[in-house]
């Protein structure tokens, strides 16, 4: 054998042993792996619960937990398909079903054991329930008032509305009925939808949407309605232009003001369908007697309309002339 090929033999022979080390930290890692997944476990895992239906009238003044803490005992193979799967499906507890039975002395309770029922089916493996915590979920009723509150929509329509298209929403219903502590009602006056995003809008809509509850408010308050009704109306803009006397406001009992011109020429713009209703019954010119000033020689005219979504385009003449002549 000649130098060449000692010196061949030489150079594989480290780099065979090297395979066969990896070869052999491979095999022992997989060993370890499937030790620990035959092994068991003991682990907390946090179960989200969610509360629907607070009964009307009745108010709840302590705090609801968001979780139930369960501690449970399985094997390696099954707790690791709990924390690839990593959301585990809420708890939906009826408030008003759970309070109509168990109310005692004003409070209500429900066993945490008896809400989680089958843990092996709620997380869909096979686990031993060791200790939930808290036990059990009491409520505690308070002294509850009701009030009225309006309900705004949010609405997104994402499309160019062409020139003299109109959009109107309609709420049903426009108010509802909140029950709460007093102090929490007084800062509530209006509530509002969950956003709404509408594309390509060509026609009338009619779609329910849930009434948005903010956060620090969820649990401390009930609703009568959770639901409300939004009717999106398109309609074609009319405008009209109409002939108005200008009043004079706050003059003074022994002055008559007169101004120059008397009357004033207003555009109105409101929807199609109520083009008919645009007329002087429903619209007043004025200007205000307390603009006058040494230096003001001219008063602004102002114009004020009755007819909902109507809009005040133009005033022709915008100042006009005045004499003042006492009585």
């Given amino acids: ?28 890692t ?41 501690d449970i005992k399985t094997s390696g193979a ?38 989680i029922g089958n843990l092996s089916k709620l997380l869909n493996t096979d686990v031993d329930l060791i200790k939930v915590k808290p036990d059990s979920i009491h409520f505690v009723f308070g002294k509850t008032f009701t009030k009225k509150v309006f309900i705004k929509p949010q609405v997104q329509i994402n499309y160019s509305i062409p ?14 009925s909140i029950s709460a502590d007093s102090a929490t009602l007084a800062k509530i ?7 709404l995003v509408l594309n390509n809008l060509n026609q009338k809509v009619e779609q329910q949407t849930n009434i948005q509850l903010p956060e620090e408010l969820d649990g401390l308050i009930a609703l009568s309605n959770q639901k409300v009704t939004l009717q999106i109306n398109l309609d074609e803009y009319a405008q009209k232009t ?27 713009t409101a929807p199609y369908n109520l083009f008919d209703s ?13 603009q006058i000033t040494n230096s003001n020689e001219k008063l602004t005219v102002t114009v004020s309309s009755t007819i909902v979504d109507s809009k005040i385009t133009k005033i022709s003449p915008q100042k006009v002339e005045y004499i003042i002549r006492k009585q």
């Fill in 1 to 28: 054998m000649n130098n060449q090929s000692l010196l061949g033999i030489k150079r594989k022979y480290p780099s065979r042993r090297i395979f066969s080390f990896f070869i052999c930290i491979v095999i022992s």
């Fill in 30 to 70: 997989f060993l370890w792996f499937v030790s620990a997944l035959n092994r068991s476990y003991t682990r907390t895992v946090a179960i989200p619960i969610k509360f629907v239906n607070f009964p009307v009238g009745k108010r709840i003044v302590n705090k609801l937990p968001p979780y139930i803490m369960a």
């Fill in 78 to 115: 099954k707790l690791l398909m709990l924390l690839v799967k990593k959301s585990i499906a809420e708890i939906t507890i009826d408030v008003s079903e759970v309070t109509s039975k168990k109310i005692l002395a004003g409070n209500a309770a429900v066993s945490t054991v008896t809400l």
């Fill in 163 to 176: 020139q003299g298209i109109f959009k109107r929403i309609k709420v049903i219903p426009q108010y509802i």
């Fill in 189 to 195: 006056d209006t509530l509002y939808t969950e956003k």
């Fill in 242 to 268: 109409i002939q108005l006397p200008v009043q004079v406001l706050n003059a003074p009992a022994n002055s008559s003001v007169k101004t120059f011109p008397a009357f004033v020429n207003v555009t109105i």
């Fill in 278 to 290: 645009l007329n002087t019954s429903f619209l007043k010119a004025s200007v205000d007697f307390k």
